[in-house]
């Protein structure tokens, strides 16, 4: 039946206080009990899912939720393991992956198998999706209330896929599973927790096409990830 509709309402509660934060309102009061149990959303290990990932892709399938639905031609579920030690998670689909309905297909995607070659494996061993699941008119970041229709979702994805770790791809990615608002060169390089998963955000595949120079820092931030997982054995 899905997970239960309390969870996402946490969630979305979870991902406003956050946004209040952020813009400097401090909310309203509460006891000190309920300030312990907010400040402990976000720890420990998520709740087991009870839907798949085909049942999650069948619910989004004609998803109107945000303004975005208006000029695409498909939309990008993702793809991959459906249980891989490995997500790459990205900003949102581009002009290739609006064509085809896959993720990471472009240019920027051909750079993508090619780290994940790097690394031992194959594109087929991880699953790729991305935060906003249409494509932003000509490429465009991702605005608030995109990311907020959408964003329950992809949570709901990386519980049905449970995996050992979590690249995000770029600052939309980063930001959205550290819950920060910081840029990516500063969050790059390190590990957080998103529910018990070890997640290293890293610059996007499109931006290295951009700027070449910083393919040696993804590359030591995705040496990271493999000496998490094992894989240090596994290059090529």
């Known amino acids: 039946m899905g997970i239960p509709p309390i969870y996402t309402l946490l969630d979305n509660i979870e991902h ?17 009990d309920t300030l312990a149990i907010i400040d402990g959303w976000g720890s420990g ?6 839907e798949t990932l085909s049942e999650l892709a069948a619910e989004l399938e004609d998803c109107r939720r945000c303004r975005l639905h208006r000029e695409r031609e498909h ?33 920027a ?4 198998t090619r780290i994940i070659r790097a690394m031992g494996l194959a594109r087929d061993q991880v699953y790729i999706c991305n935060v906003v699941k ?11 209330d995109e990311i907020d229709a959408c964003g329950p979702f992809l949570r709901r994805q990386l519980l049905a896929l449970e995996p050992a770790c979590i690249c995000a791809l770029g600052a939309v990615a980063a930001q959205f599973l ?11 390089g390190r590990f957080f ?20 120079e910083r393919k040696r820092a993804v590359w030591e931030d995705i040496q990271q990830i493999m000496g998490r997982l094992g894989l240090e054995g596994r290059a090529q």
């Open 16 to 32: 406003s206080l956050r946004r209040m934060a952020e813009a400097g309102r401090t909310g309203f009061d509460v006891s000190e």
């Open 45 to 50: 290990p998520p709740q087991k899912s009870r």
């Open 75 to 107: 939309l990008v579920f993702g793809e991959g393991a459906p249980h891989p030690r490995l997500v790459f998670v990205g900003e949102g689909p581009g002009f290739e992956e609006d064509r085809q309905g896959r993720p990471f297909v472009g240019p």
């Open 109 to 112: 995607g051909a750079l993508l």
């Open 134 to 144: 249409c494509r932003p008119p000509e490429n465009r970041t991702p605005q608030g």
């Open 178 to 188: 550290t819950g920060t608002r910081r840029g990516i060169s500063e969050l790059r």
């Open 193 to 212: 927790d998103y529910h018990g998963i070890p997640v290293m955000p890293t610059f996007h595949p499109a931006y290295l096409l951009r700027n070449p």
